[in-house]
Each structure stands twice: as structure tokens, then as C-alpha cells.
């Protein structure tokens, strides 16, 4: 069974919660946080993500190798697609860590399997992308339109992802009145990491989200994901509205 990225994970939330406690400079209930995933994870899935985030609050070196390389192994455990896009930032952070601690002939091997891991995404889908506009099958997205999240910004890239949620988020977010749409598309060309959200809180690209700057090709429609309420809808503005960082184009 494949292992799909959710917001509403008990560790996932937890991960959060102790990233925002990071962000005002916290630590030690973010620490608390992140153990807590640790010891609530039940399976190799939560497990990878919270030894993740415990390395990277670690000050010793061989602390930060250990929760390293067993978020790895878990990782591996897991063998999907949903995360095997951490691999080649799991390999290049244990490979740091070896550096620092003088092991060169074990730092060298693990960057080099952090290079094999960095190729375009080996995704198969089915991938979906989130619209309010009214198309039908064999229409065409196409790269050029104004960001949902920034509208003095015209998009370089058309966005989608292989998980469906994420698809009816953007749906939510998009410009329009009419119906919150998830169609399923196929890309027509080359597509690559979405890098505004690759590795900036999870390892990896966790919620498979990808660009392209060739079209995608409408093939169907998808009409189960699970919708946000309106609460849930204005935590998610408030958010953006606080962020400051940028979205790479």
C-alpha cells in the first residue's frame, strides 16, 4: 500500500508544532516535540520523519549521525515512492556529519549515494492538479498564470502532485468562483521537484508536488480528497499572509 503524505499524522503535527516553536527560538519545547513524534511513531513512516527533525536539533555530531542514519533506515524500510525522494538529502546530511568527524572514506561514500538519488523524479502518478476552472478531458494547463499564493506573480511553471489533498488544496487557493476542481492530468514533457517545498520543512518531496513547463494534459477527474472547512481554510491564509519566504519561479 502506498503511503501518502497527511497533515493530519499524529507525528506530522507534532513535527510542526516543534518546527514553529523553532521559529521563535524555543528549542527546548521544540525538542520536547520532536521526541514526542519519536515516541508516538508506530510505524516506519513516522519514525523516518521524527529522527529527521531530531537530527537536525542535535549539537554533537555523533548525536546527529545516529538520529541520521536511522531516519535513513527507516526510510529505506519504507521503499515508495512517497519518500524516496529524502534519500539524496538523507545520504548528504549523514555524509556531513562523517566529514566533520574525520571519517572521509565513509563521507565520500555517502555522497556519492546522495548524487545517484538526485536524478529527475521517478514518479509514475497518477498526478492531479487543483483549479476552479471549468475544462474537460484532452484540454491543456499551461505555464504563465498568476500565483494563488503571491497574485503579483506570474508562474514560469504549471504545478501538480501525486497527492490528491494536495491537489484540492490548491483547488481552495485558486483564483475563480466556480467549483473547486481535481483533474487528473498527465505531463506532456519533463517535470521536476517542486523546490518550494522540497526539503524546506520535510526531507525530501514528501507531498510529491512537481512543475513543469510543458503542458499537462487533462485526462480525467477526481472528485474524493478530503476538503478543509472554512476554520481550516483561514489558518492556512494566516499563514501565508505570515510567511516570508519566497516561492522560487
Not at 94 to 120: H, T, V, W
Not at 126 to 131: N, Q, V
Not at 141 to 150: P, R, V, W
Request: with cysteine; glycine share 6%.
Amino acid at each position: 500500500m502506498s503511503i501518502k503524505f497527511d497533515p493530519n499524522n499524529v507525528v506530522v503535527k507534532l513535527c510542526v508544532m516543534g518546527m514553529s516553536f523553532e521559529d521563535i527560538g524555543n528549542l527546548e519545547e521544540a525538542s520536547t516535540m520532536f521526541y514526542q513524534a519519536w515516541n508516538d511513531a508506530t510505524d516506519d513512516y513516522g519514525k523516518f520523519i521524527a529522527a529527521y527533525h531530531l537530527a537536525r536539533q542535535q549539537k554533537n555530531i555523533s548525536d546527529k549521525l545516529k538520529w541520521m542514519e536511522t531516519s535513513l533506515q527507516c526510510a529505506l524500510n519504507i521503499n515508495d515512492d512517497n519518500v524516496t525522494s529524502a534519500y539524496s538529502t538523507l545520504y548528504a546530511n549523514i555524509s556531513e556529519c562523517y566529514e566533520k568527524l574525520c571519517d572521509f572514506d565513509n563521507a565520500k561514500r555517502n555522497y556519492e549515494l546522495s548524487e545517484l538519488y538526485k536524478g529527475p523524479p521517478s514518479d509514475k502518478g497518477p498526478f492531479y492538479h487543483g483549479t476552479k476552472a471549468d475544462l474537460k478531458v484532452g484540454d491543456l494547463l499551461t505555464a504563465g498564470g498568476i500565483s494563488n499564493y503571491k497574485p503579483e506573480l506570474q508562474m514560469n511553471h504549471i504545478y501538480f502532485t501525486a497527492n490528491t489533498n494536495a491537489a484540492g488544496l490548491a483547488a481552495a487557493f485558486a483564483k475563480g468562483e466556480g467549483l473547486e476542481r481535481v483533474y487528473i492530468i498527465e505531463p506532456t514533457g519533463e517535470f521536476e521537484n517542486d523546490p518550494n517545498v522540497t526539503d524546506k520543512k520535510f526531507p525530501g518531496n514528501l507531498t510529491r508536488s512537481y512543475r513543469s513547463e510543458e503542458p499537462l494534459k487533462i485526462i480525467g477527474e477526481e472528485t474524493e480528497w478530503t476538503k478543509l472547512t472554512t476554520t481550516e481554510l483561514s489558518k492556512w491564509r494566516e499563514n501565508l499572509a505570515k510567511s516570508k519566504s519566497e516561492i522560487i519561479n
